[in-house]
């Protein structure tokens, strides 16, 4: 039997393969501009801001604060139907971009913004690690 | 370059809207087929003196056939429009383009969703991003991301914030509750709202709109042949549409506490309209409650309420059926139910009726020559990701 259809996990392509790799080791890599030198995140083939193509790779230090959050208690696709209630939130990385994620070890009525977080990682399959979030100093 | 506006060359002469409901009885072809059976018998016409139709449905079919196989339209222009869940509105929009234009005299716009039986509770998701993430918010918890934010910025407390947001819900089913067409028809207090089943951050059950099936449907002509086929025509005072980059989700800019799609689909439209104070002109609106803080916030885009202040309008009954300027006087979203590409139609519906003094007198809202206009925003997507279209309208040219 098949298994279940599952949408939590991306389609990794060769212009994300670096970026998958990275979360397999530990690190989240955000891209940096050699022209003008903005960071971005997600990760795309050229700088946003300028158009240039001389984009390189750069990890996150894993400092961030909580911009704003939703405890998820229905979600009906799998395996996040499993998975409720789960916190799901928009952060600030310390470099500057913003990245929706999930907060962990934390209790709904503890979070609050402008906390400070620190970065960690979930393996979800073998080949696929995500960034998730945590009160930092927890 | 300019957005000009159609300011009174076209009018609204004749509505129908099916009742919202878990219909298990009626498909797509039977809703569409009362509802535009009921708009040509409200404009007194046959099916055959209509010379073009837009069809809006966000996912119940495909192309014009959806519609001209139902009504058996032989050598008839019939085009499907989609534009998530403003694509009600989009096909008024481009019906009332069309006649204006002069391409042809007699237009149909109408809209249609039929989303239970599908095998999912409400619509299959849009594709899925591919960075692994998005997916873990639902439409209830990317809108609940709204109300942390607000509270921060204006130092609501949430627990008022919840309050707050509760009061939305009880006015919107309060008005329901006097709508025989709406999907839920009963008054709900706060308290209960308060305490029903978590969806969502502070979001329970009763924050979210209802998912129902139903169609609604408008017939549009030029302004001066209005009166050959009605009396009180409904005259389309503006009609604006933006469709945002989508840029927000990434941005750290965008503070999750405004639309500003909406901001600039409103400044358009009260342009066309010549609108200059929104909280004193507007008889009333019908905004898009997909979610209760998206009702909050829509107050201040609208410029209905000062920025930071909706909250305290809300609480003072600004917006009750009885208050100074009613908003979703049908119980919205929340208790007429989300039939995706029917509700930018049943938006203008309320306006057919109550602007025409024809609304139930339970629900009839008081007109005041000194507020000639109604307003109808309408919105899909996400905090971010987002289009908006909004219309103006009146019951007098000029």
């Known amino acids: 039997m098949a298994d279940a259809p599952r949408f939590d996990l991306p389609t990794i392509e060769a212009e994300s393969a670096e970026f998958w790799a990275g979360m397999r080791e530990g690190k989240l890599l955000l891209r940096r501009c050699g022209d003008c030198g903005a960071l971005h995140y997600y990760p795309r083939p050229f700088c946003p801001e300028c158009w240039s193509e001389d984009v390189s790779w750069q990890p996150a230090c894993g400092k961030a604060t909580l911009y704003t959050h939703s405890t998820v208690f229905v979600n009906d696709l799998p395996p996040f139907n499993e998975q409720v209630p789960y916190v799901a939130a928009v952060v600030d990385l310390e470099e500057g971009p913003r990245m929706m994620t999930q907060i962990i070890d934390c209790a709904v009525e503890d979070l609050e913004i402008g906390m400070p977080l620190e970065m960690t990682f979930r393996e979800v399959t073998d080949e696929v690690s995500i960034a998730v979030f945590r009160p930092a100093g927890a | 370059m300019a957005s000009h506006g159609i300011k009174d060359k076209v009018a609204i002469v004749g509505m129908a809207c099916t009742p919202f409901r878990e219909h298990w009885d009626k498909g797509a072809d039977d809703l569409l087929i009362e509802a535009s059976q009921g708009a040509i018998t409200s404009t007194g016409i046959a099916l055959d003196d209509i010379d073009a139709f837009w069809l809006g449905t ?56 039929k989303v239970k039986d599908s095998g999912y509770q409400g619509l299959n998701a849009f594709p899925i991003p591919n960075d692994g993430t998005n997916r873990t918010l639902t439409a209830a918890a990317m809108f609940s991301l709204v109300a942390p934010a607000y509270a921060n910025k204006y130092g609501v407390d949430e627990d008022e914030l919840k309050l707050v947001l509760a009061r939305i819900a009880s006015k919107n089913h309060f008005n329901g509750a006097r709508n025989p067409l709406a999907q839920f028809r009963k008054e709900v207090d706060v308290d209960t709202i308060c305490s029903a089943m978590p969806v969502a951050g502070r979001l329970g059950v009763f924050d979210c709109a209802g998912v129902a099936d139903g169609a609604a449907a408008a017939i549009v ?48 439209a009260y342009a ?51 208050g100074e300027l009613p908003v979703n006087p049908d119980g919205g979203l929340k208790s007429f139910g989300h039939p995706v590409g029917a509700s930018g139609l049943r938006m203008h519906y309320e306006n057919w009726l109550q602007l025409r003094g024809k609304a139930p007198e339970d629900r009839q809202i008081v007109l005041d020559p000194t507020r000639p206009y109604g307003l109808v925003q309408n919105l899909g997507g996400y905090p971010g990701e987002m289009v908006c279209f909004m219309s103006i309208l009146g019951t007098e040219p000029g």
């Not at chain 2, 009166?227 to 989700?249: C, E, M, Q, W």
């Open chain 2, 221 to 268: 002509v030029r302004a001066e042949d209005a009166h050959r086929y009605t009396d009180s025509p409904l005259y389309i005072k503006a009609l604006s549409f933006v469709a945002g980059s989508g840029s927000g989700l990434i941005d750290p800019d965008y503070d999750y506490t405004t639309f500003p799609e909406i901001v600039q689909c409103a400044a358009d």
């Open chain 2, 58 to 113: 966000a996912q119940t079919g495909m192309s014009g056939i959806t519609l001209s196989a139902p009504l058996k339209l032989t050598g008839k222009p019939v085009t499907r429009v989609e534009n998530y869940c403003a694509s009600g509105s989009e096909a008024l929009r481009q019906a009332a383009y069309a006649v204006a234009s002069g391409a042809y005299d007699v237009a149909m716009a109408i809209g249609v969703e």
């Open chain 2, 272 to 322: 066309q309209a010549g609108v200059s104070d929104p909280r004193h002109q507007i008889a009333m609106a019908e905004v898009h409650d997909c979610f209760t803080p998206t009702e909050l916030v829509l107050m201040e885009d609208l410029g209905f309420s000062e920025r930071g202040h909706a909250w305290t309008d809300v609480n003072a009954g600004v917006f009750a059926l009885d």
